[in-house]
C-alpha cells in the first residue's frame, strides 16, 4: 500500500494494514494516530520511537506470534507469510542446520524462557547460529534489551513492506 492510501485510511483500517509488522497495540495506535506521514522516512522515524520501551507483557505478547527460527510459520495469515519470507534462507532440507537450530532454540528457551527471536531477513543459517551462541552468554536482563531490538528491526522492515514510498 502506498503511504498516501495508509495516511487516508479510517483508525481501524490503519491499524489492521501494518499489525502483522508487529501486533504490539500501544506501538500500533503510536504509529497510526501520528499520521498523515510527509514522507517515508517520517513513518519509519515514527515506528522507530513508538512505544519505546516495550513493556515485559508487550514483549512476551509478541513473541508468541513468532515460531522458532528453523520452523515455517503455517497459515494464511499476513504475519505467517512475512515469517516464511524473512526465513526463506533457512533450507527446511538442511538437516545439519535444522538439528543446530532445534538444540540453540531448546537451549535458549531453557535458559530465558521464550522464543529466540532474531531479524532472519537477510542473515545465513550460519549468522542465525553464531547469534544465538553469542546471546547464550547474556543475562536475562540484556537479552531482554536485544529481544526489544530485534522486534523493532522486525516491525520497521515489515512495515517498509506493508506500507511504501
Known amino acids: 500500500m502506498k503511504l498516501t492510501e495508509f495516511n487516508s485510511l479510517n483508525r481501524v483500517q490503519a491499524v489492521d494494514t501494518i499489525r502483522p509488522a508487529l501486533d504490539i497495540p500501544r506501538w500500533l495506535e503510536a504509529v497510526v494516530d501520528a499520521r498523515p506521514y510527509a514522507h517515508h522516512d517520517a513513518l519509519l522515524n515514527t515506528a522507530q520511537t513508538a512505544a519505546k520501551p516495550f513493556s515485559t507483557e508487550e514483549i512476551d505478547g509478541a513473541?508468541?506470534?513468532?515460531?522458532?527460527?528453523?520452523?515455517?510459520?503455517e497459515g494464511d495469515s499476513a504475519e505467517a507469510g512475512l515469517s516464511r519470507a524473512e526465513q526463506s534462507a533457512v533450507d527446511p532440507s538442511d538437516?545439519?542446520?535444522?538439528?543446530?537450530?532445534?538444540?540453540g532454540n531448546?537451549?535458549?528457551?531453557?535458559?530465558?524462557?521464550?522464543?529466540?527471536?532474531?531479524?532472519?531477513a537477510g542473515r545465513t543459517p550460519e549468522k542465525i547460529l553464531e547469534n544465538l551462541s553469542e546471546r547464550m552468554t547474556?543475562?536475562?536482563?540484556?537479552?531482554?534489551?536485544?529481544v526489544?531490538?530485534?522486534?523493532?528491526?522486525?516491525?520497521?522492515?515489515?512495515?517498509e513492506g506493508l506500507v511504501t514510498p
Open 63 to 73: 513473541l508468541a506470534h513468532h515460531p522458532r527460527i528453523g520452523e515455517r510459520a
Open 95 to 103: 538437516t545439519d542446520v535444522q538439528r543446530r537450530l532445534r538444540e
Open 106 to 120: 531448546l537451549a535458549y528457551e531453557e535458559k530465558f524462557g521464550q522464543v529466540f527471536l532474531i531479524r532472519a
Open 138 to 146: 547474556n543475562d536475562p536482563g540484556t537479552e531482554r534489551a536485544v
Open 148 to 159: 526489544a531490538d530485534q522486534l523493532r528491526q522486525i516491525a520497521l522492515l515489515r512495515l
